[in-house]
């Protein structure tokens, strides 16, 4: 059995202090492993409650361009 690679990218970010220190809670109490993880798991899940959301501003958007181009 292969383990399939992932091609992965460093993100540096800033959040607020508070927000922060709710996430080390979670690691501390065993939620997560790291704050890593903590983070990949709440971006995924953002993307995926919100994908019909953006899917359908997305093409709002390609309709706008459609119809009046570059303007």
Same mark, same amino acid.
């Given at each position: 059995m292969?383990?399939?690679e992932t ?6 970010t $800033?959040i607020?202090? =508070?927000? !922060?220190?709710q996430?080390?809670?979670?690691v501390?109490a065993? #939620?997560?492993?790291?704050? &890593? +993880?903590?983070?990949l798991?709440a971006?995924?899940?953002?993307l $995926?409650?919100?994908? =019909?959301? !953006?899917?359908?501003?997305f093409i709002?958007q390609?309709?706008e #361009?459609?119809?009046r181009? &570059? +303007?």
């Amino acid at each position: 059995m292969t383990i399939k690679e992932t091609k992965t990218t460093v993100v540096q970010t $800033e959040i607020p202090d =508070g927000l !922060l220190t709710q996430a080390q809670d979670l690691v501390a109490a065993g #939620w997560f492993r790291n704050l &890593d +993880e903590l983070m990949l798991d709440a971006l995924r899940r953002f993307l $995926e409650s919100h994908r =019909g959301e !953006l899917m359908e501003e997305f093409i709002r958007q390609d309709v706008e #361009w459609g119809l009046r181009g &570059d +303007e």
